[in-house]
C-alpha cells in the first residue's frame, strides 16, 4: 500500500510540473518589419498600423517621439512624429538654434501611399542605425495628413495606378482635395497643418505623392517650388544647386530622376512647362514663409515595391543634402526674409517666360494617336517596346504679369473675423484700435471679375479679378486690426489680402456678402428723383448722353439707365463692391 501511495505520488508531482506554465525574464522585442515588407512590397499599412507602429517606434527609441496635434475632419487627431538623433530636448526654438528642420507630409492623397511606407522604414533605419544619422537636421513627419480618406480603403478608384493591393481615398472626410486647402482652409486638417508648421517653421519641406500623367521610363520626378516665384538668391540656390545635387546622388544610386512631366493626353516629347504651384498647393504655401519646397511624383504605372523604394532614395538623399548645404540653406532663408520692403513692387501673378528654356534629356516612350475602338475618336497609346532618349524642351522660367507696391499696413475691420481667425492661425502680428480712429488710406472697388461655372472645392471661387483705387478718410472702430507688412508673415498676408492674387481670399469667396447690393429702388419712385438728379447735375446729365448715344444695349433697357443713374447718386450703398480690407502706404 505504502509503495502504490509512493507511486501516485511521484506520478502526480511530475504531471504537475509538466502542465505549470514557465515564465522567462526576457524583454521582449518588436518587430518593426513593415506591412509593406512582410508582403513583399505589394501592400501598405492601415492608418492603425501606421501609428501604431510609430508609438512602438517611440517606446523603444528615445529618438523618436509622437504627439497628436489638432483635430481632423475625421474626427480623429493629426500625429506628428520627430526623429531628433543628437538631443533629448523636444523645443523646436531650442532645436532651431543649431540644426536644420525637415517636415515630410504623407498621405494627403492616401492613394497615394509611396511615402507613408517609404517613412516608416527611414525612420526606423535611422533609429537603428541602418542608415547614416544626420548630424545636424531634425526630421519631423505628419505620418498621415488625410486621414478620412485613408480610412476610406478600397483597391479601385486609382483606376491608373499599379498598386498597393488596397490603399486610401484622394477626399477627405468632407471629400476635400486637401492640396487645394492650404490658403482657404476648410478644414480641420489644414488648420492643424498650418499649427505643425509654424511650431516646426522647416527649412525643407518633403510633400511625398503619385503622378498621374503622362507614360516614361521614369520611376520618380520632382516638383521643386517653382524658383521665378519663389524669388530672389533663395530660388536661384534651390534651382542651380540643390536640384542638380539631388538628381546627382541619385543618378550616383542608379535611379533616373526628370522633373514632373506637366501633361494630360499627350506624349511629353514635344515639351512641357514646370506645374505654377500657387499658394493653393503645399509647396505653394510653404514658398509663402521662405521654405524650399519638393513634391516628389511617383510614376503610377510602375511597381508598387519599386516606387515606395525610389521616394525612401529620394528622401535620403534631401536629408543629406539638408546636412551637407545646411549653412547655405539657413543664411539665404534668412536673407529672403529682407528681400522685400515697403515701399516695393511685389509680384501677384506670373506667366511662362518664353524667352527661356531648359533642355531635358528624356527618357519616354514612343506614342502615337490611333483610332480607338471604343469611342471611334482619336485616342493616346504608348508602346512601351519603343523607349527612347531625346532632348525635350522644358519650360520652366516663369515671370510676373502681375505686380503690386507693399503698403505699410492692412487695416481689417473686426467683423471680418474668418479672415482675422485666419492670420491668427499662421502666426500674423497685429495691434488693435485703442479708439475709434479717422485714417486716410488707399481703398479699393472690386471692378471686373469672372466666377467658376462649376464647383471646385467647395467653392465657385473667382479669377481675373481687377480692381479700382481711391484714397480717402475711413473711420476704423476700436478693436479694429492693424497689421503691418514688416513681419514674417508679409508674402502670406500680400498673396491672402490683395484681391487679384490668385489665391486670394476675395477669389475664393471670402467677402462675397460685398457682391450683393442690399437696398435696392423702386422704378416708379425713383423715376422721378432720376429726373431731378439729371436736371440738378450737368456731368451726369453729359455722361447719361453719351453713354444712351453709344451703347445701344444700354440705350434700348430702360430698367439699365435707371440703375445706372441710381448708382451714380448719393442713394446708391457704399458696401456694394467696396473691399473692406485697406491698405496703408
Same mark, same amino acid.
Given at each position: 500500500?505504502?509503495?502504490?501511495?509512493?507511486? &501516485?505520488?511521484?506520478?502526480?508531482?511530475?504531471?504537475?510540473?509538466?502542465?505549470?506554465?514557465?515564465?522567462?525574464?526576457?524583454?521582449?522585442?518588436?518587430?518593426?518589419?513593415?506591412?509593406? %515588407?512582410?508582403?513583399?512590397?505589394?501592400?501598405?499599412?492601415?492608418?492603425?498600423?501606421?501609428?501604431?507602429?510609430?508609438?512602438?517606434?517611440?517606446?523603444?527609441?528615445?529618438?523618436?517621439?509622437?504627439?497628436?496635434? *489638432?483635430?481632423?475632419?475625421?474626427?480623429?487627431?493629426?500625429?506628428?512624429?520627430?526623429?531628433?538623433?543628437?538631443?533629448?530636448?523636444?523645443?523646436?526654438?531650442?532645436?532651431?538654434?543649431?540644426?536644420?528642420?525637415?517636415?515630410?507630409?504623407?498621405?494627403?492623397?492616401?492613394?497615394?501611399?509611396?511615402?507613408?511606407?517609404?517613412?516608416?522604414?527611414?525612420?526606423?533605419?535611422?533609429?537603428? $542605425?541602418?542608415?547614416?544619422?544626420?548630424?545636424?537636421?531634425?526630421?519631423?513627419?505628419?505620418?498621415?495628413?488625410?486621414?478620412? $480618406?485613408?480610412?476610406?480603403?478600397?483597391?479601385?478608384?486609382?483606376?491608373?495606378?499599379?498598386?498597393?493591393?488596397?490603399? $486610401?481615398?484622394?477626399?477627405?472626410?468632407?471629400?476635400?482635395?486637401?492640396?487645394?486647402?492650404?490658403?482657404?482652409?476648410?478644414?480641420?486638417?489644414?488648420?492643424?497643418?498650418?499649427?505643425?508648421?509654424?511650431?516646426?517653421?522647416?527649412?525643407? =519641406?518633403?510633400?511625398?505623392?503619385?503622378?498621374?500623367?503622362?507614360?516614361?521610363?521614369?520611376?520618380?520626378?520632382?516638383? &521643386?517650388?517653382?524658383?521665378?516665384?519663389?524669388?530672389?538668391?533663395?530660388?536661384?540656390?534651390?534651382?542651380?544647386?540643390?536640384?542638380?545635387?539631388?538628381?546627382?546622388?541619385?543618378?550616383?544610386?542608379?535611379?533616373?530622376?526628370?522633373?514632373?512631366?506637366?501633361? &494630360?493626353?499627350?506624349?511629353?516629347?514635344? *515639351?512641357?512647362? @514646370?506645374?505654377?504651384?500657387?499658394?493653393?498647393?503645399?509647396?505653394?504655401?510653404?514658398?509663402?514663409?521662405?521654405?524650399?519646397?519638393?513634391?516628389?511624383?511617383?510614376?503610377?504605372?510602375?511597381?508598387?515595391? @519599386?516606387?515606395?523604394?525610389?521616394?525612401?532614395?529620394?528622401?535620403?538623399?534631401?536629408?543629406?543634402?539638408? %546636412?551637407?548645404?545646411?549653412?547655405?540653406?539657413? @543664411?539665404?532663408?534668412?536673407?529672403?526674409?529682407?528681400?522685400?520692403?515697403?515701399? @516695393?513692387?511685389?509680384?501677384?501673378?506670373? /506667366?511662362?517666360?518664353?524667352?527661356?528654356?531648359?533642355?531635358?534629356?528624356?527618357?519616354?516612350? /514612343?506614342?502615337?494617336?490611333?483610332?480607338?475602338?471604343?469611342?471611334?475618336?482619336?485616342?493616346?497609346?504608348?508602346?512601351?517596346?519603343?523607349?527612347?532618349?531625346?532632348?525635350?524642351?522644358?519650360?520652366?522660367?516663369?515671370?510676373?504679369?502681375?505686380?503690386?507696391?507693399?503698403?505699410?499696413?492692412?487695416?481689417?475691420?473686426?467683423?471680418?473675423?474668418?479672415?482675422?481667425?485666419?492670420?491668427?492661425?499662421?502666426?500674423?502680428?497685429?495691434?488693435? =484700435?485703442?479708439?475709434?480712429?479717422?485714417?486716410?488710406?488707399?481703398?479699393?472697388?472690386?471692378?471686373? =471679375?469672372?466666377?467658376?461655372?462649376?464647383?471646385?472645392?467647395?467653392?465657385?471661387?473667382?479669377?481675373?479679378?481687377?480692381?479700382?483705387?481711391?484714397?480717402?478718410?475711413?473711420?476704423?472702430?476700436? *478693436?479694429?486690426?492693424?497689421?503691418?507688412?514688416?513681419?514674417?508673415?508679409?508674402?502670406?498676408?500680400?498673396?491672402?489680402?490683395?484681391?487679384?492674387?490668385?489665391?486670394? =481670399? &476675395?477669389?475664393?469667396?471670402?467677402?462675397?456678402?460685398?457682391?450683393?447690393?442690399?437696398?435696392?429702388?423702386?422704378?416708379?419712385?425713383?423715376?422721378?428723383?432720376?429726373?431731378?438728379?439729371?436736371?440738378?447735375?450737368?456731368?451726369?446729365?453729359? %455722361?447719361?448722353?453719351?453713354?444712351?448715344?453709344?451703347?445701344?444695349?444700354?440705350?434700348?433697357?430702360?430698367?439699365?439707365?435707371?440703375?445706372?443713374?441710381?448708382?451714380?447718386? %448719393?442713394?446708391?450703398?457704399?458696401?456694394?463692391?467696396?473691399?473692406?480690407?485697406?491698405?496703408?502706404?
Amino acid at each position: 500500500m505504502k509503495k502504490h501511495l509512493l507511486l &501516485f505520488l511521484i506520478i502526480y508531482s511530475c504531471n504537475n510540473t509538466i502542465d505549470k506554465p514557465i515564465t522567462e525574464n526576457k524583454t521582449t522585442k518588436t518587430d518593426f518589419t513593415t506591412v509593406f %515588407e512582410k508582403s513583399n512590397g505589394l501592400e501598405t499599412a492601415t492608418y492603425k498600423e501606421v501609428i501604431n507602429y510609430y508609438e512602438d517606434l517611440a517606446n523603444q527609441y528615445s529618438e523618436i517621439s509622437i504627439k497628436s496635434i *489638432g483635430e481632423t475632419d475625421s474626427g480623429k487627431p493629426l500625429h506628428m512624429v520627430t526623429l531628433n538623433m543628437h538631443s533629448s530636448g523636444d523645443s523646436f526654438e531650442e532645436l532651431r538654434a543649431n540644426n536644420r528642420i525637415l517636415l515630410i507630409n504623407n498621405g494627403i492623397h492616401p492613394g497615394e501611399s509611396d511615402g507613408i511606407d517609404a517613412t516608416m522604414m527611414l525612420f526606423r533605419d535611422i533609429a537603428q $542605425g541602418k542608415t547614416e544619422a544626420p548630424k545636424q537636421t531634425v526630421i519631423v513627419t505628419i505620418p498621415v495628413y488625410n486621414i478620412g $480618406g485613408s480610412l476610406n480603403r478600397n483597391s479601385t478608384t486609382r483606376t491608373n495606378q499599379n498598386g498597393p493591393k488596397e490603399y $486610401g481615398f484622394r477626399g477627405n472626410a468632407r471629400n476635400f482635395d486637401l492640396n487645394r486647402d492650404f490658403i482657404k482652409s476648410d478644414t480641420k486638417n489644414a488648420r492643424t497643418f498650418a499649427k505643425i508648421f509654424h511650431l516646426v517653421q522647416p527649412d525643407v =519641406f518633403i510633400d511625398n505623392h503619385v503622378s498621374n500623367g503622362a507614360d516614361y521610363q521614369y520611376t520618380l520626378t520632382h516638383l &521643386f517650388t517653382q524658383h521665378n516665384k519663389l524669388g530672389g538668391q533663395l530660388g536661384d540656390f534651390m534651382h542651380s544647386e540643390i536640384m542638380p545635387q539631388l538628381e546627382q546622388k541619385l543618378a550616383a544610386k542608379s535611379w533616373d530622376i526628370t522633373p514632373y512631366v506637366n501633361v &494630360f493626353n499627350r506624349t511629353p516629347d514635344s *515639351g512641357f512647362s @514646370q506645374f505654377l504651384d500657387s499658394p493653393r498647393y503645399s509647396t505653394g504655401y510653404t514658398t509663402l514663409f521662405n521654405t524650399l519646397g519638393l513634391m516628389i511624383e511617383t510614376h503610377m504605372l510602375k511597381p508598387y515595391k @519599386q516606387r515606395v523604394e525610389g521616394t525612401y532614395e529620394l528622401m535620403k538623399s534631401m536629408i543629406e543634402i539638408t %546636412e551637407e548645404r545646411g549653412d547655405n540653406i539657413t @543664411q539665404l532663408r534668412k536673407e529672403q526674409s529682407n528681400m522685400w520692403s515697403v515701399g @516695393q513692387s511685389y509680384p501677384l501673378a506670373w /506667366e511662362i517666360d518664353t524667352t527661356k528654356t531648359s533642355t531635358l534629356k528624356f527618357k519616354g516612350y /514612343e506614342g502615337e494617336m490611333i483610332a480607338s475602338e471604343l469611342t471611334g475618336a482619336k485616342r493616346l497609346k504608348y508602346d512601351t517596346s519603343k523607349p527612347f532618349t531625346k532632348d525635350v524642351t522644358y519650360q520652366n522660367y516663369y515671370k510676373p504679369n502681375e505686380d503690386v507696391t507693399i503698403p505699410k499696413a492692412y487695416i481689417i475691420p473686426q467683423g471680418w473675423y474668418n479672415v482675422i481667425n485666419l492670420l491668427k492661425l499662421n502666426n500674423v502680428a497685429f495691434t488693435k =484700435f485703442k479708439n475709434d480712429t479717422i485714417i486716410n488710406v488707399e481703398s479699393y472697388k472690386i471692378g471686373a =471679375f469672372e466666377t467658376k461655372k462649376s464647383p471646385y472645392e467647395g467653392h465657385y471661387s473667382h479669377y481675373n479679378t481687377n480692381v479700382s483705387t481711391t484714397h480717402k478718410a475711413v473711420t476704423f472702430r476700436k *478693436g479694429d486690426y492693424l497689421i503691418s507688412t514688416n513681419q514674417k508673415a508679409m508674402r502670406y498676408l500680400i498673396e491672402t489680402l490683395e484681391p487679384s492674387a490668385p489665391d486670394s =481670399f &476675395f477669389n475664393w469667396n471670402f467677402f462675397d456678402t460685398i457682391l450683393q447690393q442690399k437696398e435696392g429702388f423702386s422704378p416708379y419712385v425713383w423715376e422721378d428723383k432720376a429726373e431731378e438728379l439729371l436736371k440738378n447735375n450737368s456731368k451726369i446729365q453729359m %455722361e447719361y448722353n453719351v453713354k444712351i448715344s453709344y451703347d445701344e444695349d444700354f440705350a434700348n433697357n430702360w430698367y439699365a439707365q435707371l440703375d445706372w443713374l441710381h448708382k451714380q447718386s %448719393e442713394n446708391y450703398e457704399s458696401a456694394h463692391l467696396q473691399y473692406p480690407i485697406y491698405r496703408l502706404n
